[in-house]
């Protein structure tokens, strides 16, 4: 004889939480449909007879309560590797963690998925620990986690190159400036009057025709 359920001895109408948990039980088997279907003749028979619209909904919560109590729970799946399974394996590359936590968030939910399928034995296990009561751990905490460091190391990438990117371009001005500096140091020919001519050179680069530093010089002096 099934055990009475406790909900369903009391005479109290049933507080939202209770009927909340006892929806949730009935969704998690499957079972929610059926129950409120025949939940809701129930009620209507018993209004019919005579009943209150609270005693009718009431004893019709309790009366389903009792006749449809938690199913038992079933025997827990054995997932383990067999020799050839952690055997094949073991003989493919090693995977980084992201790469087994990004394949675990990807196939979370596709259950034609064999251990060969999985890129490595502790991207398995990662999946089995996941899907054994902690899907939730693995969506809120683990994952979060594993994208907040990802976004961090690529921030630290980038701002790397960029620091690489400035410092190439300043020694390439130097070595501009510098090659400036030495052709200033051999006299050109004006083409107009065939004079020689030694050419300014900026201290940092520039426009020379804008800057008012640097003026043309001869080979025998000032301009």
């Not at 449909?33 to 009718?56: C, P, T, W, Y």
């Not at 296990?125 to 986690?145: C, E, H, I």
Request: charged share 35%.
């Amino acid at each position: 004889m099934a055990e009475s359920s406790p909900i369903a001895d009391s005479g109290e109408s049933l507080v939202p939480c209770e009927k909340l948990e006892v929806k949730r039980r009935l969704e998690i088997e499957g079972r929610w449909e059926n129950f409120e279907l025949v939940r809701e003749r129930l009620r209507r028979a018993k209004r019919d007879g005579g009943k209150s619209r609270d005693q009718a909904n009431t004893e019709s919560w309790r009366e389903m309560i009792e006749a449809f109590p938690p199913l038992p729970s079933p025997e827990p799946k054995d997932e383990s590797l067999t020799e050839k399974e952690l055997l094949a394996l073991k003989a493919k590359s090693g995977s980084t963690f992201r790469q087994d936590v990004q394949w675990v968030y990807d196939i979370f939910s596709d259950k034609t998925i064999r251990p060969d399928d999985a890129p490595s034995v502790g991207a398995w296990g990662l999946l089995q620990w996941a899907r054994d009561s902690n899907r939730a751990k693995f969506y809120a905490d683990l994952v979060p986690r594993y994208v907040a460091a990802y976004e961090e190391k690529e921030e630290k990438a980038a701002k790397s190159a960029k620091g690489e990117d400035g410092v190439l371009h300043s020694l390439i001005d130097a070595l501009e400036t510098e090659k400036l500096r030495e052709q200033a140091d051999q006299p050109a020919k004006c083409p107009a009057c065939g004079a020689g001519l030694l050419l300014p050179v900026p201290q940092h680069g520039g426009d020379l025709d804008d800057d008012p530093r640097f003026t043309l010089r001869t080979a025998a002096g000032v301009a």
